[in-house]
Antibody
Framework: EVQLVESGGGLVKPGGSLRLSCTASGFTFSNYRMNWARQAPGKGLEWLAA????????YYGKSVKGRVTISRDNAANSLYLQMNSLTVEDTALYYCARLQSGQDENGMDVWGQGTPVTVSS | EIVLTQSPGTLSLSPGERATLSCRASQRVGSIFLSWYQQKPGQAPRLLIYGASNRATGVPDRFSGSGFGTDFTLTITRVEPEDSAVYYCLQYGSSAPWTFGQGTKVEMK
């Protein structure tokens, strides 16, 4: 079964750091660009970051650029998001998602269930 | 950054009615880069449509996508109670950052 499972969320104080993980199974992880997205309570989806299959290319959204680092370990079938200088506005459910691999396919076809991050003093 | 504006904010329909959801981009988006997602309460998003008009695996044929340039549409031909959800469009173009629309909520009367 194709699956993504996030972990690492929790309660952190403003200014703190957190490292999220996403473990993939059921597919050849290194063949896929992977993404992080988040959803604040009661709000819509926000794309945050992406990384190519090899890990050589990374991309970031404006709201998190300079504060987060996306990385991956293909041997461990794992994706990571290191988040620093967290603020209350970073409180959200964080999802990892797989981008389709076809040449003209640019949808996120597999999603994890999310890991919650709460930033509060 | 490309801004996607979805309308209406909420759509209230009776079962069997047609739903038309709009996604308008602040600049041209290639059709291959536009996708639609369904999100039910407490669930992760689900890919419905990719490449503006291609249904993802397992998506019922009452869902269809169309459009090009800056105007895209998701249509549900005969809405069923299980289609109650929030629907998002996403542009995943040739360069970052990539962006979601703010969502359209479909609810049953």
């Amino acid at each position: 079964e194709v699956q993504l499972v996030e972990s690492g969320g929790g309660l952190v104080k403003p200014g703190g750091s957190l490292r999220l993980s996403c473990t993939a199974s059921g597919f050849t992880f290194s063949n896929y660009r992977m993404n992080w997205a988040r959803q604040a309570p009661g709000k819509g989806l926000e794309w945050l970051a992406a990384i190519s299959g090899s890990g050589s290319s990374v991309y970031y959204g404006k709201s998190v650029k300079g504060r987060v680092t996306i990385s991956r370990d293909n041997a461990a079938n794992s994706l990571y998001l290191q988040m620093n200088s967290l603020t209350v506005e970073d409180t959200a459910l964080y999802y990892c998602a797989r981008l389709q691999s076809g040449q003209d396919e640019n949808g996120m076809d597999v999603w994890g269930q999310g890991t919650p991050v709460t930033v509060s003093s | 950054e490309i801004v996607l504006t979805q309308s209406p904010g909420t759509l209230s329909l009776s079962p069997g009615e047609r739903a038309t959801l709009s996604c308008r981009a602040s600049q041209r988006v290639g059709s291959i880069f536009l996708s639609w997602y369904q999100q039910k309460p407490g669930q992760a998003p689900r890919l419905l449509i990719y490449g503006a008009s291609n249904r993802a695996t397992g998506v019922p044929d009452r869902f269809s996508g169309s459009g090009f340039g800056t105007d895209f549409t998701l249509t549900i031909t005969r809405v069923e109670p299980e289609d109650s959800a929030v629907y998002y469009c996403l542009q995943y173009g040739s360069s970052a950052p990539w962006t979601f629309g703010q969502g359209t909520k479909v609810e049953m009367k």
